[in-house]
């Protein structure tokens, strides 16, 4: 295969090349992201633990339950544990710095979630401090926050009656070792809100939003789940128990069904970029036929004439590709600050690497494979008049 031909015709419309290119890295970056975004969200409902399970109301998860719900649930056979959960949905300094915050029952918390490591200070701290607080490794570093700081949150569903922010001393920053926990949220006492609400000095809502439940160790969290919901089947306020699985998915369905979405989205991209591609290479056939009827005329095989225009057309798309996957990498660390609570599970694995390379491979072949085909079929003669 002549490669000084592949380079001239690679050069003869620089325009036409770079535009191709872009548009190919453009496929790759954003079929490569989707692809993590899907895999980020099969990973949060894999990775959840098969002993947890979540007790909310079955009305809806913004109905508060009563407290003395909780009592009634660690009696069940088969718990170990209950944990009150509660959406505190606060402010710091701006609406648009959104992070999670939950008050939790400490002491049933850190049992609960083996995978949890605490990376600065100590629980032991947390425990002590009313006023104390988690966060997690990503939440720390976006903030600059470290051990002992002060973080101020404006209450939204908790307002403090004297218009003052709640306060809350970094006692503990964690690590969480699978994506059922992400690392950018704050977790604090629920008695200090408890208390701030039931004494008057906080609005907002009475009981916890859901009950976290671990399943004994051995135990089957199937009958457990029917004799929870079957305690409050009469009220005074109806629950659904679930495992963090489905919890988990729940979530994701409020947004629609994302993966479907993602999946048109890339379809679509697609569809699109490799007719951009195929116009682009028979518009190089074309350009090409005198310079394969030399070829011919010279000795050159019918390989040889494919395999020229097929070296031109992966020339680019691995170029694109390569630009793509770059593009893609760039951003996932940002992507992860940014969306961590949403996606902790967002990642440019190695397989969407070969994946997003697959696919630039795959549009250069079959773009290609059109003209190549009608090249080949042309005789030396034909080949030469075609192109006069």
Avoid at 25 to 42: E, H, K, N, P, S
Avoid at 185 to 214: D, I, K, N
Avoid at 218 to 241: S, W
Wanted: proline share 5%.
């Amino acid at each position: 295969m002549p490669i000084r031909l592949v380079l001239r015709n690679l050069l003869a419309h620089p325009v036409r090349g770079l535009l191709t290119l872009l548009s190919i890295a453009f496929a790759v970056f954003l079929l490569c992201v989707l692809q993590a975004v899907l895999r980020g969200l099969d990973a949060t409902i894999g990775q959840a633990s098969t002993n947890r399970l979540w007790v909310q109301s079955a009305v809806s998860l913004f109905v508060e339950l009563p407290l003395s719900y909780q009592s009634k649930i660690e009696a069940v056979e088969g718990v170990e544990y209950a944990s009150k959960w509660q959406w505190f949905g606060g402010v710091y300094r701006d609406p648009k710095n959104f992070f999670a915050q939950f008050a939790i029952d400490p002491d049933t918390f850190f049992p609960s979630y083996p995978e949890l490591e605490i990376l600065e200070g100590s629980y032991d701290d947390f425990l002590a401090s009313r006023t104390g607080c988690l966060i997690g490794l990503d939440l720390a570093d976006q903030y600059g926050w470290k051990l002992g700081d002060t973080i101020p949150l404006i209450g939204t569903i908790f307002p403090r009656q004297d218009g003052q922010p709640w306060e809350f001393q970094v006692k503990g920053i964690y690590r969480s070792k699978t994506t059922a926990l992400d690392q950018k949220t704050l977790f604090f006492q629920f008695e200090y809100l408890r208390e701030a609400v039931e004494s008057g000095a906080s609005g907002g809502p009475e009981g916890s939003g859901v009950y976290m439940v671990r399943v004994a160790p051995g135990r089957d969290p199937t009958p457990v789940m029917a004799t929870i919901d079957g305690l409050f089947e009469n009220g005074p306020q109806r629950v659904q128990t679930t495992t963090e699985a489905e919890f988990n998915r729940q979530f994701i369905s409020m947004l629609g069904n994302v993966p479907v979405l993602l999946q048109s989205i890339g379809g679509a991209v697609l569809f699109a970029i490799f007719f951009a591609v195929l116009n682009t290479m028979l518009m190089a056939a074309r350009e090409r036929t005198r310079d394969v009827g030399i070829m011919k005329s010279l000795g050159f095989g019918d390989g040889a004439v494919a395999a020229t225009l097929f070296a031109e057309a992966f020339t680019i798309c691995v170029a694109g590709g390569l630009l793509g996957l770059l593009l893609a990498k760039g951003i996932e660390r940002p992507f992860q600050s940014a969306l961590g609570s949403q996606l902790p599970g967002f990642e440019i694995s190695q397989q969407s690497v070969l994946f997003g390379m697959a696919i630039a491979l795959g549009l250069g072949f079959l773009a290609t494979l059109l003209p190549a085909l009608a090249l080949r079929r042309k005789g030396p003669v034909e080949a030469l008049r075609a192109g006069a």
